[in-house]
T-cell receptor
Framework: DAKTTQPPSMDCAEGRAANLPCNHS???????VYWYRQIHSQGPQYIIH???NNETNEMASLIITEDRKSSTLILPHATLRDTAVYYC??????????????FGKGTTLSVSS | NAGVTQTPKFRILKIGQSMTLQCTQD?????MYWYRQDPGMGLKLIYY???????DKGEVPNGYNVSRSTTEDFPLRLELAAPSQTSVYFC????????????FGQGTRLTVV
């Protein structure tokens, strides 16, 4: 699986958009980008994933650059409950490789009022 | 929906003791995983399974054993507990298909003294 690089921490004001970057410059053509978050002491929670098109769901938007070497997770209106560690993970289609999610250190997002 | 259930939630072990961490899921997922998370660190993959009867090592398998006799259950065995195994253990499951939304349990906090 490709490696990812994320900033260790970020701050965001409540109500503003939180933009969390992730670099994955060695990503392969069949590797997806996944985002998870972990709220203090809880198990990680799936947020969103994509291959090359931008994606949006009820939680967030995922913007992937055209060369797929980086991506940005956008929380459009951050709340205090979005304070968590956010993990960007790159991995192949599991039906091809059967490998598991490998977590890095992630970005600690602190949302303040 | 029960999802992924882990037992126990907390446990204190003495050095050299053995124990089994239980994990069960009711979503009929083929893929199951065990992770450990040390304080202030990301999750490390211990073992994973792609189906009943099939298991494979992750990043940090030493000191642990697993079995997968049914789709629902994926117990993690610690044979000779050591202080280095003090950690929070998370079990997870997923369909293994392209979406790969993994569902995590609430964790087992293990202290070895």
């Amino acid at each position: 699986d490709a490696k990812t690089t994320q900033p260790p921490s970020m701050d965001c004001a409540e109500g503003r958009a939180a933009n969390l970057p992730c670099n994955h410059s060695t990503i392969s053509g069949n590797e997806y980008v996944y985002w998870y978050r972990q709220i203090h002491s809880q198990g990680p929670q799936y947020i969103i994933h994509g291959l090359k098109n931008n994606e949006t769901n009820e939680m967030a938007s995922l913007i992937i650059t055209e060369d797929r070497k980086s991506s940005t997770l956008i929380l459009p209106h951050a709340t205090l409950r979005d304070t968590a560690v956010y993990y960007c993970i790159v991995r192949v289609d599991p039906q091809q490789a059967g490998t598991a999610l490998i977590f890095g250190k992630g970005t600690t997002l602190s949302v303040s009022s | 929906n029960a999802g992924v259930t882990q037992t126990p939630k907390f446990r204190i072990l003495k050095i050299g003791q053995s124990m089994t961490l239980q994990c069960t899921q009711d979503m009929n997922h083929n893929y199951m995983y065990w992770y450990r998370q040390d304080p202030g660190m990301g999750l490390k993959l211990i073992y994973y399974s792609v189906g009943a009867g099939i298991t494979d090592k992750g990043e940090v398998p030493n000191g642990y054993n697993v079995s997968r006799s049914t789709t629902e259950d994926f117990p993690l065995r610690l044979e000779l507990a050591a202080p280095s195994q003090t950690s929070v253990y998370f079990c997870a499951s997923s369909t293994g298909r392209a979406k790969l939304e993994a569902f995590f349990g609430q964790g087992t906090r293990l202290t070895v003294v």
